[in-house]
């Protein structure tokens, strides 16, 4: 069973950045492609970013595109997510994620595998 342990959380003013890590206990087929996604109270797990790891294809939505970059460290057991230009509305708890299937849609419920999550707070 993969474990992911995310840190790097903060809080910070708009327009600043952080960097987040994601340490995986292996890598397997389990985790074929990893993400991120991020929660507010109340809502569903957004999808932040994801990448395949072996190819390194890497996944965006819009409201991200440009401003993250989701990357990984093979020899590490790493994946990372820089943010670059923080917004308010990026505020939430951040949760690394893994899956096997290397297709299907970037949803919550297609990943099988989560962290405990980061807090990240951007202030105006």
């Known amino acids: 069973q993969v474990q992911l342990a995310e840190s790097g959380g903060g809080s910070v003013q708009a327009g600043e950045f952080l960097r987040l890590s994601c340490v995986a206990s292996?890598?397997?087929?389990?985790?074929?492609?990893m993400g991120w996604f991020r929660q507010t109270s109340g809502t569903e797990r957004e999808f932040v970013s994801a990448?395949?790891?072996?190819?390194?294809?890497?996944y965006y939505p819009p409201s991200v595109q440009g401003r993250f970059t989701i990357s990984r460290d093979t020899a590490k057991n790493t994946l990372y997510l820089q943010m670059n230009s923080l917004r308010p509305d990026d505020t939430g708890v951040y949760y690394c994620?893994?899956?096997?299937?290397?297709?299907?849609?970037?949803?919550?419920?297609?990943?099988?595998?989560w962290g405990q999550g980061t807090q990240v707070t951007v202030s105006s």
């Open positions: 994620a893994a899956r096997r299937r290397v297709s299907g849609r970037l949803t919550q419920g297609e990943f099988d595998y």
């Open positions: 292996e890598l397997t087929s389990d985790t074929n492609v």
């Open positions: 990448i395949t790891w072996s190819t390194g294809a890497t």
